[in-house]
């Protein structure tokens, strides 16, 4: 009787296993069973973040202006009573940089040379930029001028490089040079 009593609670058991899952939320961690939802009302209830009144004001304020413009694109950059975000801070920095604002060119510059977030470095981007702040005076831009004149260089012979090693040098031997260790046969991989 003590057996069958065991088998039934280990069978019982398992069936509840996989009529159950683990969810972690705010309220802690529990087994649920698999058709629950975890849908919270509370975050439906927040107002979408784009159509924050705050917001569509300075976008309307940064279509016309662009040192507002520059204004939005920090604001993205930095997460100043806004979410971060790396593109919308290069979308409305390049708006700015491309009616005329230098502090928005040399911004844009700064992190086309440096690289923003998951976004690496462009020395290229960063010249062009770089130059429209230094061509209005700014200073800092002109020293920046020189690291992006650099680092364009330095990319260009790099570039350079990889594709004499790659069309002539030892990756050539790897391409062609070395046989594979296994080979397929009856369905299967053999190593010799």
């Not at 429209?132 to 990319?155: I, P, Y």
Request: charge should be positive.
């Amino acid at each position: 009787m003590k057996q069958l009593c065991l088998s039934l609670l280990l069978v019982s058991s398992a069936a509840f296993a996989q009529d159950t899952i683990r969810i972690c939320d705010a309220s802690g961690c529990s087994d649920r069973p698999r058709n629950t939802a975890t849908f919270e009302a509370e975050l439906a209830a927040q107002p979408d973040p784009a159509q924050d009144p705050k917001l569509l004001a300075l976008e309307a304020m940064a279509a016309k202006d662009p040192r507002a413009a520059y204004d939005l694109g920090l604001r993205f950059f930095r997460g100043d009573g806004v979410k971060k975000d790396g593109y919308l801070a290069i979308k409305w920095m390049r708006d700015a940089g491309e009616r005329g604002d230098f502090k928005a060119a040399q911004a844009l510059g700064r992190f086309y040379l440096f690289g923003l977030e998951e976004m690496g470095p462009d020395p290229g981007e960063a010249e062009r930029w770089l130059m429209m702040a230094a061509d209005k005076g700014d200073k800092e831009a002109k020293k920046l001028l020189t690291q992006a004149r650099k680092a364009k260089e330095q990319t260009r012979t790099d570039y350079e490089w990889r594709e004499t090693v790659r069309k002539n040098g030892w990756v050539a031997g790897w391409y062609s040079g070395y046989a594979y260790r296994t080979y397929w046969r009856d369905g299967r991989w053999y190593y010799y």
